[in-house]
């Protein structure tokens, strides 16, 4: 067969190929329908739009919802929609999520409703560490466009034994046993200082804070610590 008229046939193989393994991906994704059943939900802005279809979409699984927005009226409405539905409980909370006061009070009823949180506060820990990376990933692009020599170094930090996360730690079930491999607070403040003396852009510790952050992955902890400078101990 002539060149000139394979080279288009394998490009539009390639490009069948590429649809089917995209369709492929799709369909295929690993998710499972009856992991959700019976899982507990917090949905925000379920008055109208995706967040009322989200609250559908949970219910049909046979979710456990809380949804919330400003319109009482509408959550009335879409509560018992959901219920009808096929969700095993549906409750709302009115309010404005912009609001701290409407936040803990969401966060309060959700805790009535479903069960005590584990990692009490853990959530606005974690969410104040995303805007933490999100400002100074900016701040560092600005300082580098106006030339300016400052360095920019984000601390990711795992589980460090502190007083403060030590007494939080003891109303957690199986609170000591986390504690155990918690990083102790000196090593770490050391790790962070010559990360900055080195000018990192970025440094996790302790070492499984790294894969905790990128894959979400559970990390199980050790008693003893990789020293994050001179590697594993042999």
């Known amino acids: 067969m002539d060149q000139t008229m394979l080279r288009p046939l394998l490009r539009i193989s390639l490009l ?3 649809a089917l393994a995209v369709r492929i991906y799709w369909k295929y994704d690993g998710f499972n329908p009856v992991s959700l059943r019976g899982a507990t939900v917090v949905i925000t802005g379920c008055s109208t739009g995706i967040g009322e279809q989200m609250a559908y979409q949970y219910a049909r699984l046979g979710a456990k919802i809380l949804i919330t927005a400003r319109r009482e009226n509408r959550l009335k409405v879409v509560v018992a ?3 009808s ?11 404005d999520m912009g609001k701290a006061e ?3 009070r969401t966060i309060q009823i959700a805790k009535e409703k479903f069960g005590k949180v584990p990692w009490p506060n853990d959530g606005f820990h974690c969410t104040n560490n995303f805007a933490l990376d999100g400002f100074f990933s900016s701040l560092r692009v600005e300082l580098m466009k106006a030339h300016q020599k400052v ?3 984000f601390a990711v930090l795992g589980l460090i034994w502190t007083p403060r996360i030590a007494e939080t730690f003891q109303s957690v079930p199986g609170g000591e046993k986390w504690l155990k491999g918690a990083a102790p607070i000196e090593e770490t403040a050391l790790a962070v200082l010559r990360a900055g003396a ?3 852009r970025e440094i996790y510790y302790p070492f499984y804070t790294w894969p905790v952050s990128k894959l979400r992955l559970r990390a199980t902890t050790e008693d003893r610590l990789v020293d ?4 594993p101990p042999s």
């Open 85 to 95: 539905l096929g969700a095993q409980e549906a409750h709302y909370v009115a309010g």
């Open 151 to 153: 360095s920019v170094t």
């Open 16 to 18: 069948l190929f590429g």
């Open 102 to 104: 409407d936040c803990e």
């Open 228 to 231: 994050i400078f001179d590697g």
């Open 81 to 83: 929609k959901a219920m």
């Open 198 to 200: 080195t000018r990192a």
